[in-house]
């Protein structure tokens, strides 16, 4: 059973340019998280998903960043004209429901953004 | 006040010592709790939930106190492996909307010498 799956690993922008991050979320889960990890700091709740749906994106700066999870593929991070303060790791999470254990979320691989 | 307090280390511990962290949070309607390990670089990993009757997994035992809004993970016998930041996380489950999110706290840092 495969994990989550995110893509690129690495990926490297110039200042202005835009980034795409992509989530593939586990077999049979259909809730999907974004988080942001900042050098030296704790991981920050963005915004979380279900197909079709954003369910909560309370923590998503209110400028330039989007997200979706389409019907169809994965779900997407858009990060339009990034600036060198957008430079993290974004780590996507998946779970199966939200409540019980089903709202125990695992963990991809992350994306590292660097913004030069 | 910040949702999720833990002392950042680093512990320093020779192999097969006991050590415990401990966690405060601070909304008392936090209603799931975790504990999480992340390697340098790496993503978060679910290590067990913690429910209220306290629960064990091998070496680990956490327990929760929902009367003080704490959360402790115990490690006994500890492994060079077991070096890593271990994250004490909460989830307010459907408390005002919030539902699936996750809040960290910033790890506490676990280093096991030989």
């Known amino acids: 059973n495969a994990g989550v799956m995110q893509n690129p690993r690495h990926l490297v922008r110039r200042r202005g340019q835009e980034a795409r991050l992509r989530c593939s979320p586990m077999?049979?889960?259909?809730?999907v998280y974004w988080y942001r990890q900042l050098p030296e700091e704790g991981l920050k709740f963005m915004v979380y998903?279900?197909?079709?749906?954003?369910?909560?994106e309370s923590g998503m700066p209110k400028e330039r960043f989007s997200a979706e999870f389409p019907k169809e593929g994965p779900s997407i991070l858009r990060i339009q004209q990034v600036v060198r303060g957008d430079s993290a790791a974004y780590f996507c999470?998946?779970?199966?429901?939200?409540?019980?254990?089903?709202?125990?979320?695992?963990f991809g691989p992350g994306t590292r953004l660097t913004v030069t | 006040r910040k949702e999720v307090e833990q002392d950042p280390g680093p512990f320093n511990v020779p192999e097969g010592a006991t050590v415990a962290f401990n966690c405060t949070y601070s909304?008392?309607?936090?209603?799931?709790f975790f504990w999480y390990r992340q390697d340098c670089r790496k993503e978060p990993k679910l290590l067990m939930s913690?429910?209220?009757s306290g629960n064990e997994d091998g070496r680990f035992t956490a327990q929760l106190n929902r009367a003080s809004q704490y959360i402790s993970l115990l490690i006994r016998d500890s492994k060079l492996s077991d070096s890593a930041t271990y994250l004490c996380?909460?989830?307010?489950?459907?408390?005002?909307?919030?539902?699936?999110?996750?809040?960290f706290g910033k790890g506490t840092k676990l280093s096991v010498k030989p």
């Open positions: 999470a998946s779970s199966p429901g939200t409540s019980g254990t089903g709202n125990e979320q695992y």
């Open positions: 077999k049979g889960h259909s809730h």
């Open positions: 998903l279900q197909k079709e749906n954003i369910i909560d």
């Open positions: 909304n008392s309607a936090s209603q799931s």
């Open positions: 913690v429910y209220s």
């Open positions: 996380v909460v989830n307010y489950g459907d408390y005002g909307g919030s539902q699936g999110n996750l809040i």
